[in-house]
């Protein structure tokens, strides 16, 4: 079982930077893939970048390709979304999430999911 805590959201304007954290129980963390996702108001929940066990390999949603970096710190158990350059349009509630082995990076993929922390960015 794992557990995933989000942190770090906010309210920012347009053209500031975040930076979300999300903690994760457990022993085994680097051997999960890590993921981010977010839901804005009205909208499903969609796909934002994420991490392999190894931190290896990344990926991310063309809509934040060069202004999001997914990171992780298997020592702490946690992974990062570094967010520059933050637009409205990024408003959402963000998710943490975590997998074991599953392929792909759809939502079905992922076997634990945090809470969600609340970015706001004003124009």
């Known amino acids: 079982q794992v557990q995933l805590i989000e942190s770090g959201g906010g309210l920012v304007q347009a053209g500031d930077s975040l930076r979300l954290s999300c903690a994760a129980s457990g022993r085994t963390f680097s051997s999960y893939s890590m993921g981010w996702f977010r839901q804005a108001p009205g909208k499903e929940r969609e796909f934002v970048a994420a991490?392999?066990?190894?931190?290896?390999?990344?990926y991310y949603a063309d809509s934040v390709k060069g202004r999001f970096t997914i990171s992780r710190d298997n020592a702490k158990n946690t992974v990062y979304l570094q967010m520059n350059s933050l637009i409205p349009e990024d408003t959402a509630v963000y998710y943490c999430?975590?997998?074991?082995?599953?392929?792909?990076?759809?939502?079905?993929?992922?076997?634990?999911w945090g809470q969600g922390t609340q970015v706001t960015v004003s124009s």
């Open positions: 991490m392999s066990w190894s931190g290896g390999r990344t």
């Open positions: 999430a975590a997998k074991y082995l599953s392929p792909g990076w759809a939502e079905g993929a992922w076997n634990y």
